[in-house]
């Protein structure tokens, strides 16, 4: 199994079929993240953050504005050990974040507000996988 990190979808299939309804039901975004040594802002800005800084600071305002958009931050945790598989690299944080369907999720990230705190996200990011998920149970 090869695994490329992305900070965007390369491929132009990839979007059209984000854009598709999805799965009924709540959808669970698993993003595998890792982070740049130092952030690199593309407008060139001079800055001390590390990618991971960088990277807070949109998932603070992402913890707002998914709310907007009936989701929510389900968790979040820093990876610290691989106990089973092989990979190359360890990513550096795992976090999942529920939305009420994958439309919901596209009109958060086409939002002003989303387009505004992502400029932290490209700068601290080296890659991420995003993994759409649907729940088989719910814990009550």
């Known amino acids: 199994m090869e695994v490329v990190n992305e900070v965007m979808p390369t491929s132009p299939g990839r979007i059209d079929e984000m854009m598709q309804p999805g799965p009924d039901g709540p959808i669970y975004m698993v ?3 890792k982070f740049k040594d130092k952030a690199e802002y593309e407008d060139g800005r001079e800055t001390d ?3 991971y800084e960088a990277y807070q600071l949109y998932g603070r305002a992402v913890m707002k ?5 009936g989701g929510e931050i389900q968790f979040a945790a820093d990876v610290t050990f691989l106990a ?4 190359e690299e ?7 974040a529920k939305y009420p369907n994958r439309g ?9 507000e989303w387009r505004a705190a992502s400029v932290h996200r490209t700068a601290g990011l080296a890659g991420q996988l995003n993994i759409e ?5 719910v814990r009550g």
């Open 84 to 87: 089973l598989g092989q990979v």
């Open 90 to 96: 360890l990513w550096d944080e795992v976090a999942i």
């Open 65 to 69: 504005i998914i709310q907007d958009y």
């Open 133 to 137: 998920t649907v729940a088989q149970f």
């Open 49 to 51: 953050l590390t990618g």
């Open 104 to 112: 919901a999720l596209l009109a958060m990230s086409s939002s002003d």
């Open 31 to 33: 993003n595998l993240l």
